[in-house]
Nanobody, 121 residues
Framework: VQLQASGGGLVQPGGSLRLSCAASGSVFSVNFMGWYRQAPGKQRELVASITSGVKINYGDSVKGRFTISRDNAKNTVYLQMTSLKPEDTAVYYC????????????????WGQGTQVTVSS
């Protein structure tokens, strides 16, 4: 199983971006998917997460500006980012807790490769 993230880039302050992350390979079920970010010199922090039951959590700094959603049929999670600020600049990592394979087993944690988001004029 691999997590493939896409959608990062350079955007001006106040702009918008949409990140996508798809879990490829054999996936029995997904418990939750989410996004973390890490800016230079800072610790990795939660941006948003969503469970299979559609329970959603947001980091305090993005509440009201970012929206997470998922397509269960495609094992894909999206992050719609609006009103972007320079302090949102970071590498964004996709994260998932899922059961790989074709039968129920233990869940494992996976990380995507990261996608750069830069907010600058």
């Amino acid at each position: 199983v691999q997590l493939q993230a896409s959608g990062g880039g350079l955007v001006q302050p106040g702009g918008s971006l949409r990140l996508s992350c798809a879990a490829s390979g054999s996936v029995f079920s997904v418990n939750f998917m989410g996004w973390y970010r890490q800016a230079p010199g800072k610790q990795r922090e939660l941006v948003a997460s969503i469970t299979s039951g559609v329970k959603i959590n947001y980091g305090d700094s993005v509440k009201g500006r970012f929206t997470i959603s998922r397509d269960n049929a495609k094992n894909t999670v999206y992050l719609q980012m609006t009103s972007l600020k320079p302090e949102d600049t970071a590498v964004y990592y996709c994260n998932a807790d899922l059961i790989p394979g074709v039968t129920r087993g233990s869940s494992l944690e996976y990380w995507g490769q990261g996608t750069q988001v830069t907010v600058s004029s």
